[in-house]
């Protein structure tokens, strides 16, 4: 069966036009979930629609197949408009099995399409989904338009012509998640070559014969989809109206490892990433080690202090030296990153915030590690912190980090998380050309050196690496002497030294850029958001708006220092509201800094923002005015 | 094979482990002092460590500007503030860490790394087992003194068993562990143990330490003459030290003794101590040092002889105990950490060319709007 002799007698359809569609895939974690959704993005990406994805794992590997707790989830948005988040409710659900329906049947509006897997709703399926009754049978999707398609047995028809010696009986039945994705393939109108190249790019000279069992049951889902008049209409989604250039999709984590590069291209210098695995940071990691052809050096550290604590060795010794994990690993490397602070060594750390505390809420989103990088260390330690509002601002916010760790000779956090670490959008690719360079000083003049002797503007000290003859000189974490840097315990030197470091800090407002307003300036009402929750703040000021709802938002890029007009921006609204995954962190800290009668938005779920929760709460607080 | 972290303006020559290549500026024992007063107690051990490390360094090769010493906290990691070189003074117990980043971002420096048994054994012992295991090339330097110094006497993970100190009042209840075999275990090729007190025999194992290429542990025996005075005195004075050392020399059998009439044979897998001479023992029965054999190196680690108190006047023993090995317990050549590290990026740039961001971007699907 292929597509096209199928379209021979495919019944005749209209075609709608969609603006938007959202769709949710869930199975097991083992079902090829993210594989079919991450598939289903790169083709869409590729017709020119804007998109936005929210991968979402389980804890676990591999839980015991086809229970709750195992369920594996991938939803996209995609769109002919400008949208900025994965959508709140799908339009439609693949769900592989109970376990998979049960779980996010309660996300699903009425009306919305089901399409189910019908072979895997057997007693055992239910059993372990703890369904009592039958979901296709029991009422549950009653006011859904529900496609019961018997998948695995219609896998394993099409790929029948394959002898089980060659691609076993178990790896055919691994390719339904490829027939359902030639299913809506076909209803999105999307074409395969995509996925098709993919397969054979990948496994082609590997494993030809698992690369054409999936190809063939691509196909055969596609034709499928065709040919059978169980779907009432085919959609289309027009491409979307993008500023000329050339684009690809990515994640957070590929555009932080993009970045880090860029920027050691960028400052002629090499890259060491220190790190220790750890979810949802681990990719970055992966990433880096690809690319040694770029002179990077990957060191998979011991343990999370020696993760830091290398990278700190190898900016001493001349290097960009970057470490990466989570909040649990943060909190472990608090000691280094004084060692940083004092030493004022260039050091960037990158923190993929997920749900804590402890070991938390390892594979889903938070941004609580706000405060940590503030105030995590012992004593007076302050860091510059910088946070990324989309997966393709991480490459820029990762080139921004290497650069004033440089230029200030300081620690730089760069906080991400999961949901932008995971979720692609299309990206614009800069021209690489256009990207300025990173100016690296290292003194080599033994005649006017001293180690803590400052720039009088940036306020850094001089970064005089090992191997430079006439600068032979010792640093370390105890306080050191003003200009000269020997050990001193002197009480008014460590004052001036404590108020010097963090006068250093707040010189890098110069090279950060000042806060722009979205919606109407002089909005009474004002959204201030950091990080990732950019997408879900404007597309819910965006429908404020839509519904006459005077509304603006600011977003913060630069957590420390804040920017420079931030103040200004803030002063004179009749509500600052603080929309955040935490319990109120830079909301602590803008009241703190402006005296200002912020209130906060705040959920911790593990979720990111619905845009309808969101604009709630600004109706509600706009009535309040 | 290029080196892109070098930061001197000239070409790097080989690396700075190899003493008979460039022409390293001529250095007296002053060229590594610093103007720095050197803060230990009057009579501590680390005095003699420093002397000798000072006196030894000018007969190495090595320019200055290459040299590191990163240490971690406590006594033995003031190290570098004396040392007219590149110094890193970092946190407890990091110093490995911290020295891998500075070697594998530089393979030109001669990286040295100064810590304590608390500091290397206790708090960073992780890292100590994985800098050895990596051979990174470190010259790794431990002051065993066997007590917490800097923090005034509390035990540390080589006190040895009941020992009472400030901490364990009543004595320790915990077994000690033994460096070498440590260092053993976490696959170290260059292995050493010296003591404080034995300036030559410190500066010999230092210059060999000096030239092996790849992660080299050296044991130095301390004494803290105010929280754990004496400890090592048994052992090491110079009226017994003959009878109660056995100085490993490859290639040569084992013998001791102040007259030389004691050897070590194997008897099954237990070593013990033989005359020679007597019941038809000779030198070809008795164990031949080897470097390379890491079992012999492991069965030698595992001496560690608690002579009874030394008593000056007392009468040497027909028959001693087992001896204190010092000297080099291993020394093998396997390629660095570094140096597999730089193959690996050679190699990436033989094969994929040197890195081009723009192709970098653009892997994958891309797609053009007009």
Known sequence: MSPDSATASAPTRAKEVLESVVIRFAGDSGDGVQQAGMQFTNTTATLGNDLSTFPDFPAEIRAPAGTLPGVSGYQIQFSSADIHTPGDNPDVLVAFNPAALMVNIHDMPTNSVVIVNSDSFGEVDLKKAQCKTNPLEDGTLNGYQTYRVPITALTLKALESIPHDVVSHKNKERCKNFFTLGILYYLYSRPMETTLNWFNDKYGKKDPAVAQANCMALKAGYAYGEATEIFRSQYSVPPAKYAPGTYRNINGNEAVAYGLIAASKLAGRPLFYGSYPITPASTILEELSRHKNFGVITFQAEDEIAAVTSAIGASYAGAIGVTGTSGPGIALKSEAINLAVMTEMPLIIVDIQRGGPSTGLPTKTEQADLMQAMYGRNSESPVCILAPATPAECFDIAIQAVRIAIKYMCPVFLLSDGYLGNGAEPWRLPKIEDLPKIDVKFHSDPANFAPYLRDEVSLSRPWAIPGTPGLEHRIGGIEKSHIQGNINYDPENHDFMCRVRAAKIQRITADVAPATVEGPEDAPILLVGWGSTYGSIRAAREEANNRGLKVAHVHVRSLNPLPSNLGKLIAGRKRVLVPELNLGQLLFLLRARFLVDARGINKVQGKPFRVSELVSVIEQEAKGL | ?370
Not at chain 2, 187 to 215: C, F, N, Q
Not at chain 2, 254 to 278: A, D, H, M
């Open chain 2, 1 to 370: 094979m290029s080196t892109p972290t070098t930061p001197s303006p000239a070409p790097a020559p080989s690396p700075a482990s190899a003493p008979a290549a460039p022409a390293a500026p001529k250095y007296t024992k002053k060229d590594f002092q610093t103007d720095q007063e050197v803060r230990w107690c009057p009579g501590c051990g680390d005095y003699a460590i420093l002397n000798a490390v000072q006196q030894v360094f000018p007969q190495l090769g090595l320019s200055r500007e290459k040299v590191v010493f990163v240490s971690g906290i406590g006594c033995s990691s003031r190290f570098p503030y004396y040392m007219n070189t590149y110094g890193f003074h970092s946190i407890h117990g990091r110093a490995p860490a911290v020295a891998s980043g500075v070697k594998l971002a530089n393979p030109d420096l001669s990286v040295w790394v100064v810590t304590g048994d608390g500091d290397g054994l206790s708090i960073g012992g992780n890292h100590l087992l994985h800098a050895l295991r990596r051979n990174i090339d470190l010259k790794i330097l431990l002051f065993n003194n066997r007590i917490y110094g800097l923090t005034k006497g509390q035990y540390s993970p080589t006190t040895p068993f009941a020992q009472t100190n400030k901490s364990a009042p009543f004595g320790t209840v915990e077994q000690p562990i033994n460096p070498i075999s440590i260092a053993l275990a976490a696959e170290a090729t260059w292995i050493g143990r010296s003591v404080d007190i034995y300036p030559k025999h410190l500066m010999e194992v230092l210059k060999k330490m000096a030239v092996h290429e790849g992660s080299a542990f050296l044991e130095i025996y301390q004494n803290c003459n105010v929280f754990n005075d004496e400890a090592f005195d048994s052992l090491t004075v110079r009226d017994v030290r003959d009878d109660r050392n056995v100085a490993l020399e490859h290639g040569k059998p084992l013998i001791f003794g102040k007259n030389r009439e004691w050897g070590i044979r194997l008897n099954g897998l237990t070593p013990e101590v033989v005359k020679l001479g007597e019941h038809g023992v000779t030198e070809k029965d008795l164990i031949v040092h080897n470097e390379k054999s890491q079992p012999l190196a492991f069965l030698l680690s595992r001496l560690e002889p608690t002579a009874g108190p030394y008593d000056p006047k007392g009468e040497r023993p027909a028959m001693p105990g087992l001896p204190l090995p010092i000297g080099i317990f291993r020394s093998e050549q396997r390629p660095t950490m570094e140096v597999r590290t730089r193959e690996q990026i050679a190699n990436a740039k033989k094969k994929l060319g040197e890195g081009s961001l723009e192709r970098l971007l653009r892997a994958g699907d891309i797609w053009t709007v007009a």
